[in-house]
């Protein structure tokens, strides 16, 4: 099984996307390019080939679950697996989350100790049933 | 820089942030009671909202995410529902309200665990680490007051000119402010001062040294907001328990109040009306749970609705005072009963005030407070032994008996020490009782400043003091008080010119999970390693059966 290691992650709130570039670098060791808008991310995404990408729900203009239709319909990044962060976080709410085709949801706030691990386990399993 | 520098960075930026975020959402919370609906204010009320609880948590502010997230959920409900227009009124302004306090749930979280444990290096005291600024043109007495407040584990800074003071002043203030206000070279006096800038912004306690003592200046140093007024040759122990006092004072826990009424959303605006004051509250629903909800939360002050539906406010009480450990609890009556007669039939089943409903919210506020003061203050007398500050002899004892029993049941380690003055009778015959004292309130200080403030200090005797180190073993807590011992050992007292050093001596009793003794046995345990101690040669610890 390959390693997780390019992780890109959209997030329109400058103060969450600094800490969670130092969560997931120097915590997780991992590679992080961050992007502040849906409609930028699927550009950056073709050139820096993300293993897994990270969507905020909530943006302004295009929103998380946008971003994600318009990755599904894209044919370099159809299948990289996206999960969502969010505060939404009830049942019903992660099932709606998951039913637009995401792995899976990562609760806001996160905690800058876990969430490298968070988004490894997250990609295990997607990388398990095969989605990537 | 470390991972955990670059967190704490990015920490200070949000919180740097975060006062106008809290201002914009406050801004945002008065369209909720606005005549006109602004939904595009509401709307981005809820959006402020979402983003403070996805973000405030990340950045150490659970307690802020958590009820960012609940007003949230609270406020789509609220936008969402095809209300009945009461609720409707009454929930948006019980909201406004709680926006309003969002501010007072940023505290930084704490770490698990309420008491610390301590491990063998941790021989820092952990009293009231508090900044001390000192303003004092002698500079022996000066640098000597210095080292004094030093010794107490308070971070002091000497200034010898009035210029010097004000210019640090304007960048950062201490927490308490010592002044002489007689300063010779620059011939001022409290009378000028009063005039200067610095005092008009002072946000620092304030406690003055005047080499002369007249009432003029002492009326002129109250009006001020002193709270210490002293007189050269200084009583240096004296003042640095003022000190002690007034931090102590500064940093009282927040009152604690119980509110008990049957109609929820009254109870729960209350509950924003007294967290808008400082205060924390509860409330509590079930009227036949009161004794189970006192023993768990131990509030200051009960609010008590006089009419519910299953039980009347007055039997309640009644109910209540059958406790003994709750006979001094204040409670107060909320009513929309009018008929004095009936108001004072209540207050004679053993409530304390009474307010008529609709109550007025600055009323309300006064009302908990000041009564909360008061019962504190008896507490305080009736507890605490009045030289000193500790503990009286019978209730450490309860203390030691109740950490006991806790200890046993989590099965915890903890310690008891008993410590005594050496030659104390010397001290009295040479030098008199009034320096005695001063010796004796000199221990109960530094050992609030050494210890931890979950340790329980008790004045056992006339020079001998008990001390109860919960969640701690023999190891630890001898680092600790040996290095009391030391400090105390190095404080030099003053009298009739004659300048002198007290010593002490300690012995110490651990208590291990499965043990067979009990509180009392401990304690006698304690008293032995003392003994020991003692006719060793005294100023030295002993552990029991070490």
Redesign the interface.
Request: no cysteine; charged share 20%; net charge neutral.
């Given at each position: 099984m390959t390693e997780l290691v390019r992780v890109l992650y959209v997030e329109d709130e400058p103060d969450i996307r600094a800490v969670a570039r130092l969560a997931l670098e120097v915590v997780g060791g991992l590679t992080v390019e961050l992007c502040e808008r849906g409609d930028l991310a699927l550009a950056q995404a073709e050139r820096f080939d993300p293993q897994m990408i990270l969507l905020d729900v909530m943006m302004p203009g295009m929103d998380g679950p946008s971003t994600l239709k318009a990755l599904r319909e894209h044919p370099q990044l159809r299948h990289v697996p996206v999960a969502f962060m969010t505060a939404k976080v009830q049942a019903h709410e992660i099932e709606h989350f998951k039913s637009l085709g995401a792995v899976g949801v990562i609760a806001k706030p996160f905690d800058p100790m876990t969430l490298a691990q968070q988004v490894r386990s997250l990609w295990q399993s997607a990388a398990a049933r095969g989605d990537s | 820089m470390s991972?955990n520098e670059?967190?704490l960075a990015?920490q200070r930026?949000?919180s740097a942030?975060l006062p106008d975020i809290l201002s914009d959402i406050r801004g945002l919370a008065d369209a909720l009671v606005a005549d006109k609906h602004d939904t595009q204010k509401l709307e981005s009320l809820a959006?402020q909202l979402?983003?403070l609880?996805?973000?405030?948590?990340?950045?150490g502010l659970?307690a802020l995410?958590t009820q960012a997230?609940l007003l949230?959920r609270r406020l789509e409900t609220l936008l969402a529902a095809d209300a009945d227009p009461d609720w409707y009124r009454n929930e948006s302004r019980l909201l406004q309200t709680e926006l309003y306090n969002l501010q007072h749930f940023a505290a930084p979280d704490q770490l698990p665990g309420a008491r610390p444990a301590l491990s063998g290096e941790l021989a820092k005291g952990e009293g009231l680490a508090a900044e001390v600024w000192l303003l004092e043109d002698d500079e022996f007495l000066g640098s000597s007051l210095l080292a004094h407040l030093e010794a107490f584990n308070f971070t002091a800074r000497l200034f010898t000119s009035y210029a010097q003071l004000t210019e640090a002043y304007a960048l950062e203030q201490p927490e308490v402010l010592v002044m002489d206000v007689l300063l010779g070279a620059e011939g001022r006096s409290v009378d000028r001062l009063q005039y200067s800038g610095l005092l008009k912004k002072a946000q620092s306690r304030l406690i003055f040294i005047s080499a002369r003592d007249d009432f003029n200046a002492r009326l002129q140093a109250a009006s001020l907001g002193a709270e210490g007024f002293f007189i050269k040759p200084l009583d240096v122990p004296k003042l640095v328990t003022r000190v002690e006092q007034v931090l102590t004072r500064l940093h009282a826990p927040a009152e604690r109040v119980l509110i008990v009424d049957d109609d929820e959303l009254l109870a729960r605006y209350y509950q924003e009306l007294l967290r808008g004051a400082g205060m924390e509250s509860d409330i509590l629903h079930e009227p036949e749970r009161i004794i189970e909800v006192l023993e768990q939360k131990y509030p200051d002050i009960v609010l008590m609705d006089l009419q519910m539906p299953d039980i009347s406010g007055q039997n309640l009480a009644a109910v209540v005072r059958q406790y003994e450990q709750w006979m001094g609890l204040p409670i107060v009556y909320l009513s929309a009963e009018n008929d004095p007669r009936q108001q004072l039939k209540a207050l004679n089943q053993g409530g304390d005030d009474f307010l008529t409903k609709p109550v007025d919210d600055a009323h309300l506020i006064t009302a908990v407070k000041s009564r909360v003061v008061r019962s504190r203050q008896l507490l305080e007398l009736m507890t605490k032994d009045s030289l000193t500050g500790l503990l009286k002899h019978a209730t450490i004892k309860d203390s030691i008996n109740r950490e006991w029993a806790v200890a046993k049941r989590k099965g915890d380690t903890f310690c008891v020490a008993m410590l005594d003055i050496d030659h104390f009778k010397e001290v009295n015959d040479r030098f008199g009782h009034a320096t005695g004292d001063e010796v004796i309130a000199s221990v109960a200080t530094l050992l609030r400043q050494r210890l931890r403030a979950t340790d329980i200090l008790g004045r056992y005797g006339g020079e001998e003091f008990a001390v109860l180190m919960a969640n701690c073993d023999a190891m630890a807590a001898k680092v600790v008080l040996e290095d009391f011992r030391q400090r105390f050992q190095d404080l030099q007292f003053t009298s009739e010119d004659t300048s002198f050093s007290v010593t002490i001596s300690i012995g110490l009793a651990e208590y291990r999970p499965g043990m067979d003794v009990d509180a009392e046995t401990l304690l006698v345990n304690a008293d032995k390693a003392l003994y020991e101690a003692k006719k060793a040669g005294r100023n030295r610890l002993m552990v029991y059966g070490a």
């Open positions: - | 991972f670059q967190l990015l930026q949000y942030k959006e979402h983003k609880a996805g973000s405030a948590g990340t950045f659970s995410s997230a949230d």
